[in-house]
């Protein structure tokens, strides 16, 4: 079997690091290797990377420097063969590894592969979209996303939505897709290095999307592999400071409108990006107005 680099980034990632290394080593893989590089965590993941036994690579930056730029640094030192792509809060799934590699090497035209994502209490994920849309960023900026995503407005208009939201497609079969989630996704090195990795001008969020979108401009397609199962503990990644992944999100959003989407479509992603933070600080100013008339009490 093709030798498979698994490359997995960490920021303050101690409580996950360990489950997900371990099922790496559980896929009993006989050409591998790992490379982990932590972004200057402060909660000791690279101890807990230490403490693992892995057989492994570890590379500590002194700064955060986002997951592209960390990714572009561990693939920097791959000379060869498949580059895996491993959320440190993802574990693989017996077998997992096999069923991606399997399908990549199906066809030369195929240059990035991902799994059917489950949580840890076996919910599927949406593990597969459509190159974002004005429709699907309206959604998330507005607060709209979760009542699209419930299971009564799916059943309702899930055929409708699955022509705007890939994550409404179904997930039972193999097929070519626009993006799957950077949280677990094989990828040709060739591909790759032909492309410049990933683009680290998106700190966070999106670079995978941008990847896919370029390596299909190159001749490439992207196939989600139902086959292959993964557990991904979603926002784990993230929760110690939601505020500042939500910023980078909204950042790397505009980013990739700016580099990939037409000028309209810009200017009314920017007017949503006000509107969303105009009400932001009026719902905080109504907080801050509330706690103090609780604190003053009613008048006697």
Known sequence: MTSVAFVVVTFNSARE???????????????????????????GTASAVQRSG???????????????????????????????????????????????????ESDNRIGIVGPKLKDPGGELLPSAYRFPTVFQDLAFLLGLKSILVSRPFKWLFGRLLASRFGQFDPHDRR???????????????????MLGGFDERFFL??????????????????????EALAVHEVGASVRLDPVAACVAKRASMMRYYRKHKSFWANIVVQVALMITKLLQKAKQKVKIWVQLLLRKGPRR
């Open 17 to 43: 690091i360990t489950g997900c290394l371990e099922s790496i080593a559980a896929q009993g893989l006989s050409d591998f290797h790992i490379v982990v590089v932590d972004n200057a965590s402060s909660d």
């Open 175 to 193: 097929r070519a897709v626009d993006s799957v989630i950077g949280a677990c996704m094989l990828i040709r090195r060739d591909v790759w290095m």
């Open 54 to 104: 892995i057989d492994l690579t570890l590379v500590s930056n002194s700064r955060n420097r986002g997951f592209a730029a960390a990714c572009n640094q561990a693939v920097s030192g791959i000379d060869d063969g498949l580059i895996l792509l491993l959320n440190p809060d993802a574990r693989l799934c017996p077998g997992a590894v096999n069923e991606l590699v399997s399908a990549i």
């Open 205 to 226: 969020f999106y670079e995978e999307k941008d990847f896919c979108k370029r390596a299909l401009a190159a001749g490439f397609v992207t196939v989600f592999v139902p």
